[in-house]
Nanobody, 129 residues
Framework: QLQASGGGLVQPGGSLRLSCAAS????????IGWFRQAPGKEREGVSC????????YYADSVKGRFTVSRDIAKNTVYLQMKSLKPEDTAVYYC????????????????????????WGQGTQVTVSS
């Protein structure tokens, strides 16, 4: 089970840190991805972290502003978001790759939502003045 948290309302230029905690039944996690979906838009991959070597990948739209990291002891992955823009407003989801098939695991990039098979519930991020 994945639990995403940390969303909220923030002004443009502000920061938020999202958390994704894995709990419950043990399953292999090859990568954790962060996705977002704005109203009327398709879900897009934002970032991911490879569980094997910690390599990270980002969508061009968030590069330099978002940072993904992990705390192995806490089974938690974080998404630190800075310099937030109104266009970052969306429901944010974390998802895991339990099959080792995602581009993130093979060091190619974030990939699409079809590459991840376990999903947490979303957390709303709203950037507005």
């Amino acid at each position: 089970q994945l639990q995403a948290s940390g969303g909220g309302l923030v002004q443009p230029g502000g920061s938020l840190r999202l958390s994704c905690a894995a709990s419950g039944r043990k399953f292999d996690i090859y990568a954790i991805g962060w996705f977002r979906q704005a109203p009327g838009k398709e879900r897009e991959g934002v970032s991911c972290i490879n569980s094997n070597d910690g390599s990270t990948y980002y969508a061009d739209s968030v590069k330099g502003r978002f940072t993904v990291s992990r705390d192995i002891a806490k089974n938690t992955v974080y998404l630190q978001m800075k310099s937030l823009k109104p266009e970052d407003t969306a429901v944010y989801y974390c998802a895991s790759d339990s099959r080792g098939l995602s581009p993130c695991f093979i060091r190619r990039g974030v990939g699409s939502d079809a590459d991840y098979d376990y999903w947490g519930q979303g957390t709303q991020v709203t950037v507005s003045s």
